[in-house]
């Protein structure tokens, strides 16, 4: 029993040289040395060994079990330090390879025209100023040429509040009355732009709420030429100076003589389609000279000042120059349609 003793000690020994892993050491230390090893089964046999032999190979029996500890012990040092450089070297960073990019988020398309259309008009020489979204009824109508009861009233479709008389602003041609009010009687040339809210329905062409971008220009001796020439330079660059430019007749409370302006479409470059409704021409702005009462509640003299000012919608503008047919998507937060732009 002693040899069979030093062949399991001699076998274990050299198998333990060749194992590379935790799994299989946890096998062989069970093999050899565990609850039901080969070295606890000699051990169960002792009893059948004269009385005298079994004091020497019951010790024998521990001597070899505790060395055999030891040098699984060692072992598994060893595989756990290799296995940590192993695990070290295949995650090392190579610092010298480039740096992966973070993605980042984009400016929504409505934020880009914005920001286009704002460079354009500062590179012409006009200011941004900001006013507020709920404005009184007298801000918002009756200093705007539109008095109590006044059909003209019917354009919009007005959101007002639990407080008598105060509502969120239907366009942003409020802003001239705040911006002249605190100008006048000096000159003045801002664009107005903001959120305007309206009590619509729904659909692929009009929504509850929506940016405007209002223009504004107050001096000495400015005609209707100024208009015409100021917009026909806007339009060029914004949309390209091959493009054609018209203006029709139209009218608005707070202006006299009042104008739309159209420019050439541009899905079908004049031809015709269901975007242009087969026109030809697509409407960007709303525009004319400010009338005399709305220059003079803004604090300026009708027979000394004169003005033009305009209006047009960034997000009819995303939707012209992209071919855009639902103007829902621009709220719809639908990263497919987002990540487009």
Same mark, same amino acid.
């Given at each position: 029993?002693?040899?069979?003793? @030093? &062949?399991?000690?001699?076998?274990?020994?050299?198998?333990?040289?060749?194992?590379?892993?935790? @799994?299989?050491?946890? *096998?062989?230390?069970?093999?050899?040395?565990?609850?039901?090893?080969?070295?606890?089964? =000699?051990?169960?046999?002792?009893?059948?060994?004269?009385?005298?032999?079994? /004091?020497?190979?019951?010790?024998?029996?521990?001597?070899? #079990?505790?060395?055999? @500890?030891?040098?699984?012990?060692?072992?598994?040092?060893?595989?756990?330090?290799?296995?940590? *450089?192993?695990?070290?070297?295949?995650?090392?960073?190579?610092?010298?390879? /480039?740096? #992966?990019?973070?993605?980042?988020?984009?400016?929504? /398309?409505?934020?880009?025209?914005?920001? #286009?259309?704002?460079?354009?008009?500062?590179?012409?020489?006009?200011?941004?100023?900001?006013?507020? !979204?709920?404005?009184?009824?007298?801000?918002?109508?009756?200093?705007?040429?539109?008095?109590?009861?006044? /059909?003209?009233?019917?354009?919009?479709?007005?959101?007002?509040?639990?407080?008598?008389?105060?509502?969120?602003?239907?366009?942003?041609?409020?802003?001239?009355?705040?911006?002249?009010? @605190?100008?006048?009687?000096?000159?003045?040339?801002?664009?107005?732009?903001?959120?305007?809210?309206?009590?619509?329905?729904?659909?692929?062409?009009?929504?509850?709420?929506?940016?405007?971008?209002?223009?504004? *220009? =107050?001096?000495?001796?400015?005609?209707?030429?100024?208009?015409?020439?100021?917009?026909?330079?806007?339009?060029?660059?914004?949309?390209?100076?091959?493009?054609?430019?018209?203006?029709?007749?139209?009218?608005?409370?707070?202006?006299?003589?009042? =104008?739309?302006?159209?420019?050439?479409?541009?899905?079908?470059?004049? &031809?015709?389609?269901?975007?242009?409704?087969?026109?030809?021409?697509?409407?960007?702005?709303?525009?004319?000279?400010?009338?005399?009462?709305?220059?003079?509640?803004?604090?300026?003299?009708?027979?000394?000042?004169?003005?033009?000012?305009?209006?047009?919608?960034?997000?009819?503008?995303?939707?012209?120059?992209?071919?855009?047919?639902?103007?829902?998507?621009?709220?719809?937060? !639908?990263?497919?349609?987002?990540?487009?732009?």
């Amino acid at each position: 029993m002693l040899q069979q003793l @030093e &062949e399991i000690r001699q076998q274990t020994i050299v198998a333990l040289e060749n194992v590379l892993d935790l @799994e299989t050491l946890q *096998a062989l230390h069970s093999q050899s040395v565990g609850k039901k090893g080969q070295i606890t089964q =000699v051990l169960r046999m002792i009893g059948q060994l004269l009385p005298d032999e079994r /004091p020497r190979v019951g010790q024998r029996a521990n001597e070899i #079990r505790q060395e055999l @500890e030891i040098a699984f012990s060692e072992r598994e040092s060893i595989i756990k330090s290799y296995e940590l *450089a192993r695990s070290l070297e295949e995650g090392a960073i190579d610092v010298t390879l /480039p740096g #992966r990019s973070i993605a980042t988020g984009k400016l929504h /398309p409505a934020t880009q025209t914005l920001r #286009r259309i704002y460079k354009i008009w500062a590179e012409m020489g006009f200011q941004v100023y900001r006013s507020p !979204d709920v404005v009184d009824d007298e801000t918002n109508f009756t200093l705007l040429n539109m008095p109590a009861h006044h /059909p003209a009233r019917d354009m919009w479709d007005t959101f007002y509040t639990t407080q008598e008389g105060i509502l969120l602003r239907t366009h942003t041609s409020p802003g001239q009355i705040y911006a002249m009010q @605190e100008y006048a009687p000096e000159p003045v040339r801002i664009i107005l732009p903001g959120m305007v809210y309206r009590y619509e329905q729904v659909t692929a062409r009009s929504e509850l709420q929506f940016y405007q971008v209002e223009g504004l *220009a =107050v001096g000495r001796g400015i005609r209707m030429t100024d208009l015409k020439g100021t917009m026909t330079a806007f339009a060029r660059r914004y949309f390209g100076e091959e493009r054609k430019m018209r203006f029709r007749c139209s009218h608005f409370p707070f202006t006299e003589p009042s =104008v739309e302006i159209d420019i050439e479409c541009i899905l079908c470059d004049g &031809e015709g389609c269901n975007v242009c409704k087969y026109t030809g021409w697509l409407e960007i702005a709303g525009a004319g000279m400010v009338h005399p009462v709305v220059l003079r509640n803004g604090g300026y003299d009708p027979t000394v000042f004169s003005g033009f000012a305009f209006g047009m919608g960034p997000e009819r503008s995303t939707m012209l120059r992209h071919g855009i047919e639902d103007i829902r998507y621009f709220w719809g937060n !639908d990263l497919r349609f987002l990540e487009q732009f």
